[in-house]
């Protein structure tokens, strides 16, 4: 079901540039006069799409008003779920996610299963997606019963992400998670390029626009970030302008 939103992203990263990825939390975009001018903010410093989702207390109905917002600004609007509650009939397309690194069967495929009729009956466009998690200490790693990837073994990286790549998913995202305290290491995203075509997002713990700059160099061909839109916009801002400035070189 892959369709005009992966050909929005292909089209681009396949010419070397780099995208960002702004991820909006329904859970905690409670005040919609906010969020209105957080994402117009956002739009203006450069970013190429939003993600919606989060690991808890999210229900069907903050999902669609979140993503109904956020389709005002014309850029494709992707849910980012951390369960089926995240799915909303009015985005342009989901991750469909497998956590690699889960001890869980639920998120190996009983979740995808369940998942997918809705999907169908949205009509949503399926982005296949593998999704590793590296640090622990992180809501996702605890709710997803995460097995965490050894930041010092990047040949378990490369391991996983071909393994994606052979059962057919076209994304790897690298999640060091919400509120992470540092980003993923850099050899990461490089020794997914080496080994595999995956397009590759990473997210978590990028709080700063050097931190962005250099994930990209590295590889990575999208950069998420969702505390720090929170937090501080005109600092994303600045991430964002980093991200495109790589681009440029």
């Not at 009983?110 to 809501?139: C, F, N, R, S, W």
Request: aromatic share 6%; net charge negative.
């Amino acid at each position: 079901m892959l369709g005009r939103v992966h050909e929005y992203i292909k089209s681009r990263v396949g010419t070397g540039e780099k995208l960002h990825f702004t991820l909006i939390d329904p859970d905690k975009a409670t005040d919609l006069v906010k969020l209105e001018e957080v994402s117009e903010k956002m739009v203006e410093a450069g970013t190429d799409a939003f993600l919606v989702g989060g690991s808890l207390g999210i229900t069907h109905e903050e999902a669609d008003l979140v993503v109904s917002t956020l389709k005002k600004r014309g850029l494709p609007v992707v849910i980012f779920p951390g369960n089926i509650n995240c799915l909303s009939r009015y985005a342009d397309a989901v991750l469909f996610m497998v956590l690699l690194n889960t001890l869980e069967p639920y998120y190996l495929m009983q979740i995808q299963v369940i998942a997918a009729p809705i999907i169908a009956k949205y009509g949503l466009e399926t982005l296949p997606t593998g999704y590793l998690v590296v640090d622990q200490d992180t809501a996702v790693a605890h709710v997803g019963r995460v097995y965490p990837v050894p930041r010092n073994k990047p040949e378990l990286v490369a391991a996983y992400a071909l393994a994606a790549e052979m059962m057919g998913l076209k994304y790897i995202y690298l999640e060091a998670g919400s509120g992470a305290q540092q980003p993923i290491p850099l050899e990461f995203p490089r020794v997914i390029k080496q080994h595999t075509g995956l397009t590759v997002i990473v997210g978590g713990g990028i709080r700063d626009p050097d931190s962005a700059r250099k994930l990209t160099e590295a590889g990575a061909d999208i950069i998420v970030t969702g505390t720090i839109v929170e937090k501080d916009p005109d600092l994303a801002a600045r991430i964002i302008k980093a991200i495109k400035e790589t681009t440029s070189q």
